[in-house]
């Protein structure tokens, strides 16, 4: 039996309509409308006159929100749903404000998708909004957002043994390394990434209590000395943004900087052979398309073939989230 056009045509209208949740959920935390009302319950006058906004226009958003289940309303009073409270709160469990920010300048450049397709250009900064500018710290307060919800599903994934020594090649905020020391006593992690980064990283790492045994190494590991040799070296979330040819380079210098039987971890949205699926790693693609020169996702094969060609010899792909797969290569002795 054939499918009915309209079951189509509904399939298109969601996606087209897709960036109307989006784009009220990133303009109410651009506002601070949940930490606002998470002081008290407060009325449209109340909140356009702390907020800087009219009354009209936020009238119209706090009840879109209400409809999307971010805000309740009771009379004329709007208050945070349980969803803002546990997320979009600075001081939430699981927050979600820092990356909601760095995806409000990630929209507007994918707006700028039509342009990219034909120039074959990345979207540059001054395409963008000025008030959506953002820095080193602002990136790496929202990969520290995403890097909560799976850092320890990835630590439960790697056994670490007996390492005493790791290299976290590009690693942020360093909420990965901080997790890897607390359960590895013996362990001493090293964050390789720019210093801008670091100042972040240093701030994590301090508020965990692990400066002696989590420290950073300010540079950048296309160019830079790795200063190895470690037991283990980690790469997550950063193949993406390099091309084929660089990530090929890099994983061959990782691999020259592990001790005999130490081991190579990439962490990243791998794509299946044909490269349309999975869906996330296929717009993740895209994303990399808008965002930089040579970036995009690959393939386990792809990444297989690096760590093969490197020496290393490589274990099956494991999936640690729907989205998320870990590839791991061994130096043989």
């Given at each position: 039996?054939?499918?009915?056009?309209?079951?189509?045509?509904?399939?298109?209208?969601?996606?087209?309509?897709?960036?109307?949740?989006?784009?009220?959920l990133?303009?109410?935390?651009?506002?601070?409308?949940?930490?606002?009302?998470?002081?008290?319950p407060?009325?449209?006058?109340e909140?356009?006159k702390?907020?800087?906004?009219?009354?009209?226009?936020?009238?119209?958003?706090?009840?879109?929100?209400?409809?999307?289940?971010?805000l309740?309303?009771?009379g004329?009073?709007?208050?945070?749903?349980?969803?803002?409270?546990?997320?979009?709160?600075?001081?939430?469990?699981?927050?979600?404000?820092?990356?909601?920010?760095?995806?409000?300048?990630?929209?507007?450049?994918?707006?700028k998708?039509?342009?990219?397709?034909?120039?074959?250009?990345?979207?540059?900064?001054?395409?963008?909004d000025?008030?959506l500018?953002?820095?080193?710290?602002?990136?790496?307060r929202?990969?520290?957002?995403?890097?909560?919800?799976?850092?320890?599903?990835?630590?439960?994934?790697?056994?670490?043994?007996?390492?005493?020594r790791?290299?976290?090649?590009?690693?942020?905020?360093?909420?990965?390394?901080?997790?890897?020391?607390?359960r590895?006593p013996?362990?001493?992690?090293?964050?390789m990434?720019?210093?801008?980064?670091?100042?972040?990283?240093?701030?994590?790492?301090?508020q965990?209590?692990?400066?002696?045994?989590?420290?950073?190494?300010?540079?950048?590991?296309?160019?830079?000395?790795?200063?190895?040799p470690?037991?283990?070296?980690?790469?997550s979330?950063?193949?993406?943004?390099f091309?084929?040819n660089?990530?090929?380079?890099?994983?061959?210098?990782?691999?020259?900087n592990?001790?005999?039987?130490?081991?190579?971890c990439?962490?990243?949205?791998?794509?299946?052979?044909?490269?349309?699926s999975?869906?996330?790693?296929?717009?993740?693609?895209?994303?990399?398309?808008?965002?930089?020169?040579?970036?995009?996702?690959?393939?386990?094969?792809e990444?297989?073939?690096?760590?093969?060609?490197?020496?290393?010899?490589?274990?099956?792909?494991?999936?640690?989230?729907?989205?998320?797969?870990?590839?791991?290569?061994r130096?043989?002795?």
């Open positions: 039996m054939s499918q009915n056009p309209n079951d189509f045509a509904e399939q298109i209208d969601r996606m087209a309509n897709g960036y109307r949740d989006a784009q009220v990133l303009t109410a935390n651009r506002l601070g409308i949940f930490p606002l009302l998470e002081e008290s407060q009325t449209v006058p909140m356009a702390a907020l800087g906004a009219t009354v009209r226009a936020l009238q119209i958003l706090c009840d879109a929100l209400v409809a999307v289940r971010l309740r309303k009771t004329d009073r709007y208050e945070n749903s349980d969803a803002a409270r546990h997320c979009l709160l600075p001081s939430s469990p699981a927050p979600r404000t820092a990356i909601l920010l760095h995806n409000a300048r990630l929209y507007a450049r994918w707006g998708l039509y342009q990219v397709a034909k120039s074959g250009r990345p979207v540059s900064d001054d395409q963008i000025p008030d500018s953002s820095t080193e710290a602002d990136f790496a929202a990969m520290a957002d995403s890097a909560r919800g799976v850092m320890r599903v990835t630590a439960d994934a790697l056994v670490l043994g007996r390492a005493t790791l290299l976290d090649v590009g690693g942020g905020p360093g909420l990965y390394s901080i997790e890897f020391a607390r590895y013996q362990l001493h992690c090293v964050i990434d720019n210093e801008a980064t670091l100042r972040i990283t240093r701030q994590n790492i301090s965990a209590g692990l400066e002696d045994r989590v420290t950073t190494l300010p540079g950048d590991a296309l160019e830079d000395d790795l200063r190895g470690y037991d283990i070296i980690f790469v979330n950063l193949i993406h943004s091309s084929f660089q990530n090929a380079m890099l994983i061959r210098k990782c691999a020259e592990l001790n005999a039987r130490g081991l190579l990439v962490k990243d949205f791998f794509l299946e052979p044909d490269r349309t999975p869906v996330w790693a296929a717009l993740f693609a895209v994303n990399m398309l808008v965002n930089t020169e040579k970036g995009n996702c690959y393939t386990v094969a990444v297989s073939s690096w760590l093969e060609k490197a020496g290393l010899v490589v274990d099956p792909v494991r999936m640690i989230t729907p989205q998320t797969g870990l590839l791991t290569g130096k043989e002795p």
